[in-house]
Structures are given as structure tokens and as C-alpha cells.
């Protein structure tokens, strides 16, 4: 992404100048730190390209999040990662053991270097809906949807989680590309809606203040209930995936924004909290025993998040999303609502469209390694050694316990079962093509559904119906037995 700024026939680029400059500063990322490419040439004055050149200095250091200090304390690697100092794994842990404690109990992830936007007036569908592709419109007060923002060539700029807030829009967008996305928001801003912000009918604002932090894994509800405490109005077993609501948390005397989701696959929690109070939450949920002798909630770092999500077919930008990937090819049609779909209206529709109708030459695909595992851009070969694609993101999958990873390949190659090669380390070796996601989902469901539609559940079709549905409707032991014994009668 270039910020460039001409002097061509004396025409200076002073917008550009102002919305970038502005970036930066709301955004307090580097943007020379982040990979953005600055090119600065001759501008009108000498001042302005010192101005420039003052926001965009590189003598910037990673930032630290509100809980840097609690990666120290219970011994996190710490890395430089999109702009901050987080942790990859910590010591009494390994991504191995992180990763099978987030499937099986609840684990907690620092992730405050991802970005919050918020959209105010009542231009804020209009302006949103021209980047994003979901039906933003038809979205309800409380719940979020996940999309993409798009460019004028049908690329994606990034992904993004939307939530309805009621007065305002909110959305999570990714720290590597979060001071893109904000300089992208200012200049459509600026470039069609430049009146409705001047008449406050559109307003964005880029928050600063708050730490993020993510729960995750089959017991973060019962974390999140006794950290809430007895009484509390905040009814987890009527809040399903993908909604949101402000909260105050008694015990840190702070309201949150808390929202069911997340990127590992499993149940759980994202909770906004004021910066100052980010420390005291956390170290809530990590000393919270549930009833137990010991803490239920541990810390796991950005290597066993990358494993997770992988596991469950998840796409990460700058892997399988980029500015040159279209949703389509990436297998995210399911992302475009059907007015979206039919009526367009967002950067890059007509290609979008075009590829709706006739099909992509690559798309996104998963695959099992047999052997060594094959890392990102490792190239693929059929079985007369022609190119077929290019790997995205691979790694040992802990759960299967074998190497797993996602690729873009030519269709029709693309095809469950179908066996190629990947060439790691200059020797082909195979893999096949498999069905995504590798390791199911275990999302919570609210209680949509009557309890006699579970118990039929239980009775005809035993295996579709998981722990958290049995939790979400205090479907008793005994009951489940008496519905299998009488299924047993029967046959």
C-alpha cells in the first residue's frame, strides 16, 4: 500500500497528505514500522514534506498491549507482530499443550493489537455496505457477521467482524492491517461521502482506549459466569455465536463490550475492556477455579491461535486473503447476503459477479500432507509434475496429529481426494486434497430450538448432538439415557 505524494504540474496531493497524516495519528501505529511503503517526493513546501516525513518516521518501536506485562509474569516468547510485543507461546506450556488445553477446557488470548473502528449516522449502511459484503442493513441489534472489505479490483483489503451495536457500528479488524483499513475508511470517507460527514450524518472514530481479550475453548462460559458472579443479568445460555452486548463487569467495576466469538473454532468470548482495567480481568479469568482446586484458565500465545484456526479451515490475511484474492477464489461466497449477491453496490462487484456466475480458474482448498509439512508458498505439482497451486498456510495439526495446510489450486484439482505433490525442500512429496474444515467446530447455539427438537435429536440422530447442546438446554444424564434405551427397544 503506498502513500505517494507528487508534485507533477505543481499539483500537490494535500488530501492525501491530510488523511494519511491523520491515519497515523488516530491510529498510533508506525506506518513505516507495519510494511506500508512510504514514498515521499518534492511537495509545495519544505514544511509540508517535514510534516510528512515526521508522522511517518521508522525510529518507532514495536508497542507494547495493556497486558505485556502479564506475558513477562507467566513467561511468554515474546515477538515483535504486527507493530506489538506478544507472546508465542509460554513456558510452562508449548504450542503443542496450548493448543489441545484450548480444545478441551479454556485458555486465554492477549488480542489488543487487533483494530476497533466505530460508524456513527445514519449514513453509516450506506458507507459501510460500498467496502463491505455482507448485508449489513438486515443485521439485528447485538449480533455480528463476519465479511470482508473490498477494493475496486475485487480484491480483499481485509477481514472484518461487524457488530450491530444499535447507535453505532463496531467493528474488529486485523492488527497487521489496521492502519491501512483506517486510512482505506478515511478515503472513501472523503471521496463519497464528504457531505454527510460535514452534515453528521456519518461518523468515524478509531478506538484507542481498549484492551482485547479472548477466552476460548468449551469451559469459557463457566469462566465468564463466575467471573460475572451470582445474579448477574447477563443470561450466557440465551447469547449465541456471533452476539454482542455492552456489559458491566462488577468485580473490575468497568463496562465491556462482550461478544461470542472468536478464531480457534470453539465456544467462547472476545471482551473489550478500558485499557486500565485490561490486567485485572485478565488475572480474574486466569485465577478463576469454577469450583475446583485449580485455575481453569490458562495463557496460549499467537502459535497455537495460528494451529487452531487452521485446524478448522480458517482464513488468516496475508495468507489465504490478500488484495489479489477474491473472496470467490478464497470459497467465501457464502460471506454475500442474496440482496448483496443481486443488487452489488460494494468496490468490485462486476468482478465479483463475473466469477459468481462462471467459476475461478484457483481456489482455496485443504490438504493432508503425507510426510514433512509443507509451509506457505511451497509449490504444488500433479502427477506429471505441472505447477497446480501454491500452499498458503501449513502446519503440523496437534488434533490429527499430522501435517495439514490450505492452498490455492488450478480447478479442477481442487477436488476432495484428488493427489498431487508438494515440493518441500526440493523433493516432491504427497498430499490429498481434503475437505475443510479438518477438525469440527464446536460454536455455541443459543436456545433456538424447543427441547423436544433436542430429545428427537437424542433419539434418532444421536451423533449430531454435542456437549454444548446438552448445556445450553440442561438436558439431564438420565434423560439422555432413558431416550437411547428406548431407541435400543424400538430397533
Known sequence: FFFFFSSRRRHTRCREVSWARRCVQETGINAEYMGISIMITKVMSRQGALNACRFFSAEQKPLKTPLYDLHVKYGGQIVPFAGYLLSVQYKNGGILKEHHYTRNACSLFDVSHMGNIRIYGEKRYDFLERMAVADVRELKKGTAILSVLMNKDGGVVDDTIITNMGDYISMIVNGACK??????????????????????????????????????GPRAAEVLEHVLGIGDSLNLKKMGFLNATNH?????????????????????FEIA???????ALAELFLNEKCGGKEAVTRMAGLGCRDTLRLECGMCLYGHELNETISPIEAQLSWLFGKRRKAEGGFFGYEKIKHQLANGTSMKRCGFITQGMAAREQTEIIDQNGEPAGKVSSGSYSPCLKKPIGMAYVKVPLNKIGTKLQAVVKGKPQPIVISKLPFVKTNYYRAQAQSSF????RILYNPNTVSYTHLRAHETSLHLVCRLLLEKKKKK
Open 179 to 216: 492502519n491501512k483499513d483506517w486510512a482505506y475508511f478515511l478515503k472513501v470517507q472523503e471521496e463519497e461521502f464528504a457531505r454527510s460527514a460535514v452534515n453528521g450524518q456519518l461518523k468515524l472514530e478509531y478506538v484507542k482506549s481498549n484492551g482485547l481479550i479472548a477466552i476460548q
Open 248 to 268: 458491566v463487569i462488577k468485580a473490575i467495576d468497568a463496562e465491556c463490550m462482550i461478544s461470542r466469538c472468536g478464531y480457534t473454532g470453539e465456544d467462547g
Open 273 to 279: 475492556v478500558p485499557e486500565n482495567k485490561a490486567v
Open 453 to 456: 427438537t433436542l430429545h428427537q
